[in-house]
């Protein structure tokens, strides 16, 4: 991802969070149903018209649940809508009022992800369901759909409309993941745990911004950090165990395109920082399933001072900083 796409993204969330109040608002209020059962259907009916609702722009960032109504000011042939949760959230999309014309060229399709400069997070080795069935398509002849429940906290909706005052109503619903997987970072800095339970399964953690990690806890498996092994392996590969940790960094959000920075297959904790000089940084827990393998890791926004002052994509560890 350009610098510039990454700035877009940053001004749409910058823009967004000041409405994070209202969202918390609502929220709280579904939240006591106990009150909500004693009012009137009037004031029922007026309560659900607090639901967050706002024009939808060709292009745009979604970070809070609501309605949001995209109308044609004129031919809008390349339009996408990037919808972000929180890291412990998976997204439900909805689509009604539809008024496009599929047969002349329009098209509404929602996908299961972010796809940005043709690269796609999660990766496609990463998700547990075909890139096909990854996308739903409001125009398909064989399966058309108008609803999309993603499986990460983040998920897309791109669309065509040559028609002025065509359109579209989409619904945004967060709704809560126990397991959290794949994870988009809203935020260049914070802390996460990753937790993987006996299954075969790799996630990973993007955060796209240069930033700082530490990891904080690496627990592999139980067998494992008993033995009292000396972390010689830490710095080759870590390839041949079933179960690690690496940290990835890249220009893309493709993490089977990214450079590892450093992999990690051994229990210990005050492990390691890095700082990842690229435009993506990624924690990446590879799980054979045998174990429970979790990863704690907190991060920061690298200052502009430490960021890499020349960029040789030749070498392999161009993100590395130090
Ligand atoms: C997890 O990733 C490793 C290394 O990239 C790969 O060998 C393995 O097949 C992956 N597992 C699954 C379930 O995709």
């Known amino acids: 991802m350009s610098v510039t796409a990454r700035t877009q993204l940053?001004?749409?969330?910058?823009?967004?969070?000041?409405r994070v109040g209202l969202g918390r608002y609502i929220e709280d209020d579904e939240a006591s149903d106990g009150i909500f059962s004693l009012l009137t259907l009037d004031q029922k009916r007026e309560a659900e018209d607090f639901l967050f609702r706002r024009p939808l722009r060709c292009l745009d960032m979604l970070a809070t649940e609501g309605s949001f109504t995209f109308v044609a000011s004129q031919p809008q042939l390349s339009c996408a809508a990037f919808v972000i949760a929180e890291p412990s959230e998976v997204l439900s999309l909805e689509l009604s009022d539809v008024s496009i014309d599929c047969s002349a060229g329009d098209f509404i399709k929602m996908f299961d992800g972010w796809i940005l400069k043709g690269e796609k997070f999660p990766s496609i080795q990463d998700h547990h369901l075909a890139l096909h069935q990854r996308y739903t398509d409001y125009c398909s002849a064989t399966a058309p759909g108008s609803t999309c429940r993603s499986s990460q906290n983040i998920a897309m909706i791109f669309f065509r409309i040559h028609r002025p005052d065509a359109g579209f109503t989409l619904a945004v619903k967060k709704l809560h993941n126990p397991f959290p997987c794949n994870i988009m970072s809203q935020s260049p800095e914070g802390s996460f745990t990753?937790?993987?339970?006996?299954?075969?399964?790799?996630?990973?953690?993007?955060?796209?911004?240069p930033v700082e990690i530490r990891l904080t806890e690496l627990s592999l498996g139980q067998a494992r950090s008993n033995e009292l092994s000396?972390?010689?392996?830490?710095?080759?590969?870590?390839?041949?165990s079933g179960d690690y940790v690496e940290l990835l960094g890249g220009n893309g959000v493709d993490t089977s395109k990214m450079f590892p920075v450093a992999d990690f297959c051994f229990s210990v904790s005050g492990l390691a920082q890095m700082k990842i000089g690229c435009d993506n940084s990624v924690v990446r827990l590879v799980?054979?399933?045998?174990?429970?393998?979790?990863?704690?890791?907190?991060?920061?926004?690298?200052?502009?001072?430490?960021?890499?002052?020349?960029?040789?994509?030749?070498?392999?560890?161009?993100?590395?900083?130090?």
């Open 287 to 322: 799980s054979s399933g045998n174990y429970i393998n979790r990863v704690s890791f907190q991060y920061r926004l690298l200052e502009h001072s430490e960021l890499p002052k020349t960029r040789e994509n030749s070498l392999d560890n161009f993100c590395t900083v130090e």
């Open 194 to 209: 990753m937790v993987m339970p006996h299954q075969r399964r790799n996630c990973s953690f993007s955060i796209i911004y």
């Open 10 to 18: 940053l001004l749409f969330l910058i823009s967004l969070s000041s």
């Open 230 to 240: 000396p972390p010689r392996q830490v710095w080759s590969g870590c390839s041949g």
